[in-house]
């Protein structure tokens, strides 16, 4: 699932390709992908109004209209939002835009394309259909149902140490990597980052919060930041189906330690342990027992 560093990568995209653009037509392959409204209702709020800006909360885009409605698109599993020009054929979406847009399979599966009045279009595309477009008026955001409970953004400024630590040892029973995953406490982080931080903060996923010395919670509040940093740096995370806006794959998987590499040797210094998977909290994780320190 696209995370925090892949969904800043589509929403600089978007800031630099649909921002100034007029909707003149709004098409989806089925009604259930618009969440808030029907699709009638959700064609004449957009068709004809400006985007003025893109912006991330946690996991979601948000995009900003002219007329006071801000679009919202959650990529879910394998969504991901797309910028070139399309033609339709035999009920099939065909990008006429050269390159990745028309050769990688992963951009094929529109479910939703927004056309501007210059024939310029915005796809989502979506091979599992989890994927989710809602709309709200831009002034009620602090009331919105599902953004309002978010927690904060990790990468703020205002988002300390001392705030980060608060987070994480409010009251719970629950392991560190499910309380990193918790987007009520922190917004943006999913399963690829949390791996990769705890490992490199030596940290075993299982491990009790309130038990993790604080000289380790630092290091994984400074790591959580960095990595979330090298995310959007390298593009995103393009293992699974994630593509920036043009289509094109991120590489932050070629940096991965720890994420889906069951059975490899760790690469931490000096470790020579391996790398084992287990499910926590329902979630795939990856880590080394020999580095990664349980605390309980
Ligand atoms: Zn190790």
């Not at 287990?278 to 320190?293: A, D, E, K, N």
Request: proline share 3%; glycine share 10%; with cysteine.
């Amino acid at each position: 699932m696209p995370e925090l560093p892949e969904v800043t990568t589509t929403v600089n995209g978007l800031n630099k390709t649909v921002v100034g653009r007029i909707i003149s037509d709004v098409w989806a392959d089925w009604a259930r992908l618009i969440r808030d409204c029907s699709m009638d209702k959700f064609r004449l709020r957009v068709v004809g109004a400006k985007i003025t800006n893109a912006r991330r909360r946690a996991k979601n885009i948000l995009i900003d209209l002219d007329n006071g409605d801000t679009i919202l698109v959650h990529m879910k599993m394998t969504g991901h939002l797309l910028f070139g020009r399309w033609r339709s054929c035999d009920g099939k979406w065909i990008a006429t835009t050269e390159g990745s847009l028309r050769n990688d399979p992963y951009n094929g599966h529109i479910r939703m394309m927004i056309t501007f009045e210059d024939g310029a279009q915005l796809a989502l595309s979506d091979l599992r259909r989890f994927a989710k477009v809602g709309i709200f008026r831009t002034d009620a955001e602090h009331n919105h149902a599902e953004l309002s409970k978010l927690g904060p953004e990790p990468l703020e400024p205002a988002f300390t140490l001392l705030a980060f630590k608060e987070c994480i040892v409010k009251k719970t029973s629950r392991s560190i990597k499910q309380v990193l995953l918790d987007q009520t406490r922190i917004s943006g982080i999913g399963n690829i980052y949390a791996d990769e931080m705890l490992f490199r903060s030596g940290i075993h996923p299982k491990s009790n919060p309130f038990a993790i010395p604080n000289k380790k919670l630092s290091l994984l509040y400074k790591t959580m930041r960095n990595i979330l940093r090298e995310g959007i740096e390298f593009g995103g995370d393009s293992m699974s189906d994630y593509r920036n806006i043009l289509g094109e794959r991120g590489s932050f998987q070629e940096k991965h330690l720890a994420y889906r590499r069951t059975g490899l040797k760790c690469l931490e210094r000096g470790c020579g342990g391996k790398i084992t998977r287990s499910v926590i909290g329902g979630r795939g994780s990856h880590f080394c027992l020999t580095h990664q320190m349980l605390y309980t």
